[in-house]
């Protein structure tokens, strides 16, 4: 079954390099890790979750990679506050 329609609003991964292709100079545990791309696009060509898919970014660019995921939301933040920063722009003046 189909996890994502034509149109749909998705996320691919494209792996860039692979980990016998990474500089020498990366730290031992980043060597050993593929180095990955994540694009978010209009679903063009494909729709199963891991399987190849091409998307269409809103800038236009078409990419092709694996499907990771339909509807992708940022799920980053900058932490947890720090009351100690809360107050330097009033205390410079800004």
Do not use: C
């Not at 190849?52 to 992708?72: D, F, K, Q, S, Y």
């Amino acid at each position: 079954m189909a996890a994502a329609e034509k149109g749909a609003w998705v996320e691919i991964q494209q792996t860039i390099l692979e980990p016998s292709q990474r500089a020498p100079t990366l730290p031992e545990d980043t060597k050993a890790t593929p180095l990955v791309m994540r694009v978010s696009g209009f679903l063009v060509e494909g729709g199963d979750l891991g399987a190849p898919a091409t998307v269409e970014t809103i800038i236009g660019r078409r990419l092709a990679g694996t499907l990771r995921t339909v509807n992708p939301s940022y799920s980053h933040s900058f932490g947890t506050t720090v009351p100690e920063l809360l107050t330097i722009g009033a205390e410079a003046g800004l």
